[in-house]
């Protein structure tokens, strides 16, 4: 049960100190999520090394994190850029007994979390926007990254990747317009070592109610915290664009949307709300 420090890379030489991998206070208190913290400085991708530790048998609940991701990946092949020492970058391994049908509704249960322990620790209010992000006003200040093994149409696996905007200010030109921080919105820095501490115990919690209770548990959860119902909205799926005016969400997790006299369920997509 202890904290693995690593620098993956030989050219990654890191000087500067980093609270984040040196808190001796990470682990205190947490149960099974943040039982097993593998901490870098540096690595291409956590959701990448979560993966191939899943595959290695590694437990429910170890947790990967690193300052800097020199290969961090977004939804539908973009990639996620984060400033390192400013931001929380991180991966869960889950072993949920799952058919995966249950993989759609799975990054609702941790945006609801994360909304929920980001709320807790802040004071600002944070929505949901389907299928993986989250907002401050309008903005995005954490995404959300999931990928699944399967076996025999049972899930065995998931790696859970969250990047979460804490105390960076600015951004590049090309999101600037879009992204957000907790530091930005609220006006002061935050420490991220509590603020992860109290996601994981969160997602841990509400982990334990859909194992007990099941996914769709969590669904009121989520539609409370979203403003797109009723709105309008187009989303982007291989290349093709369909606009229509948000219903709700199927019992499995998708986004139902009145188009064209229509209704349309939708499994994924990237949204901008008009
Ligand atoms: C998105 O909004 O498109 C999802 C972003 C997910 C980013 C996180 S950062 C930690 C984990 N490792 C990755 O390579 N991606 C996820």
Known sequence: MGIIRSSVLSNSHVTTPSPLLDAGTLKKGLKKFGSKVYAF??????????????????????????????????????????????????????????????????????????????????????????????????????????????????????????????????????????ATSLKLQAGREFDRVQILRSILRILESHYALITKKGLQSLLPLWMARTTMLNREISVTRDGTIISGVVRGLSPDGALILESEGTEKTLFAGDVTIL
């Open 41 to 178: 400085e540096t690595i291409d991708s956590t959701n990448n090394c979560a993966k191939a530790l899943a595959s290695c048998w590694a437990r429910e609940g170890t947790l990967v994190l690193a300052e800097q991701q020199t290969a961090g990946k977004g939804r539908l092949g973009r990639s996620w850029q984060a400033n390192p020492y400013e931001n929380l970058t991180f991966s869960i391994i889950l072993r949920p007994t799952l058919s995966s049908e249950a993989l759609n509704l799975l990054p609702l249960y941790a945006a609801v979390g994360l909304a929920e322990a980001i709320e807790k620790e802040t004071g600002l209010s944070v929505e949901c926007k389907w299928p993986n992000d989250l907002l401050i006003h309008g903005k995005k200040v954490a995404g959300i990254l999931l990928e699944g093994s399967l076996k025999e149409n049972q899930i065995d696996h998931v790696v859970l990747g969250i990047g979460l905007n804490v105390n960076q200010t600015t951004f590049s030109e090309e999101l600037a317009e879009r």
